[in-house]
């Protein structure tokens, strides 16, 4: 049975592995670390870990702890030659911490620091696969963070969420806890009289994009509610629901799951699936949550449809037009006249060749190739759908 409600989440059979995001405004405040609130979560992943589910921890921090012992100003974000620097003084301190409070309640932490071309690149994506399976299987809880001492602006996640949604990917979780400054998400701004939280959310649709704000209560987050639903999206590949919750509470993990008297405060995401299709692989999981592409194919409406509704791979009579320089076998984004991305793949051509054979039969392209054509422009096995329609 799958994930449908809040309370499903402190299930272990519905809910075997959990990701916990922690921004920094959780963690750190104006008087140094908020370590009352820390122990309380603590002791949460250790009751998770006691009912038998997986816990991974996303922590943030490591900026703001740097910056408070180098005495940065802006948050050590006043360049990034501050934040690089502050990120390695205060990850020292983060991992220390939690190392040192799991190991209060008899559990191992271990240390990650990943960044975006870790996980882009598909062998070191891989081997971060088996380094987290190997940890859980040994009762750790791996403590992940971005490597912000060494990542630029170019070539970094931006935001913890996220990262926590793509750990979600390469863990196989089930299911995501992204804990902010909000409730949930709300039908407008939630400072709007009337503003209602949405309790259940199945797919990302343009209604939803519209109700998101960038703003960030405490200011000292880098995410807003855009990037959380980008984090949805991105967990939904895998299958993964993704749990919007405030932290700002004693016990926020029960708060938001509920318990035997009160229920749960957040808004719970859904995956949505095509109709009739079965779970994704490994390859298309990876495929789907990249947040890096080398071009894009530009494709009709018949192709788009047969492309979603069929299953079918994307032929060269479908395509429109393409943008970027790209080789073949390079990642590529599949996108509709409007620039909605449709999939991610892997191209069967170079962009020049795609360009020359758009809109041509297969019996056309060999005049225009050279060579005989192969069977597609981006074959459906190497292709992971990322918009499914509102009415599937």
């Known amino acids: 049975m799958p994930i449908t409600k809040l309370s499903d989440l402190a299930d272990p059979e519905l809910n075997p592995c959990l990701v916990i995001k922690v921004g920094s405004s959780l963690l750190v405040d104006d008087d140094g670390v908020r370590t009352v609130w820390l122990n309380g979560l603590v002791g949460e992943i250790s009751e998770a870990r006691r009912r038998g589910q997986n816990v991974i921890v996303v922590s943030s921090g490591s900026v703001a702890l740097g910056a408070r012992t180098l005495g940065f100003d802006k948050g050590g974000r006043g360049s990034l030659a501050d934040a690089q620097a502050s990120a390695a003084v205060g990850q020292i301190a983060l991992s220390g911490m939690w190392a040192q409070l799991l190991g209060n309640h008899g559990l191992t932490a271990a240390q990650m620091l990943v960044t975006l071309m870790d996980l882009e690149d598909r062998r070191r994506y891989l081997n971060i696969t088996a380094t987290i399976e190997r940890l859980l299987d040994a009762g750790v809880v791996p403590v992940i963070n971005e490597n912000d001492s060494i990542t630029t602006q170019e070539l970094r996640f931006g935001d913890n969420d996220r990262l926590a949604a793509r750990v979600a990917q390469a863990a196989g979780a089930s299911s995501v806890l992204l804990m902010s400054d909000i409730d949930g998400l709300y039908d407008r701004h939630p400072k709007e009289p009337g503003a209602t939280r949405l309790e259940v959310v199945k797919g990302i649709t343009p209604e939803i994009k519209a109700m998101a704000s960038t703003e960030s209560n405490s200011g000292m987050g880098s995410g807003g509610m855009v990037s959380k639903l980008q984090a949805v999206e991105i967990a939904a590949i895998a299958g993964a ?147 499914v329609p509102t009415v599937a």
């Open 241 to 387: 629901c993704v749990v919007i919750g405030n932290g700002f509470h004693e016990r926020p993990v029960e708060r938001v799951m509920g318990s035997r008297d009160e229920a749960g405060v957040g808004t719970l995401f859904l995956p949505r699936r095509r109709r009739g299709a079965s779970k994704p692989g490994a390859r298309k999981v990876w495929l789907g949550g990249r947040l890096r592409t080398k071009g894009k194919i530009i494709i009709d409406d018949g192709a788009m449809k047969a492309l979603i509704h069929e299953g079918a791979s994307l032929l060269a009579k479908g395509v429109i037009d393409v943008d970027g320089r790209f080789r073949r076998g390079d990642p590529v984004s599949i996108v509709n006249s409007e620039g909605v991305v449709v999939a991610n793949g892997l191209s069967e051509y170079d962009a020049k060749e795609i360009h020359a054979i758009r809109r041509l039969h297969s019996n056309e392209q060999q005049t225009v190739l050279g060579y005989a054509p192969r069977s597609s422009v981006v074959h459906r096995d190497l292709m992971s759908i990322k918009y």
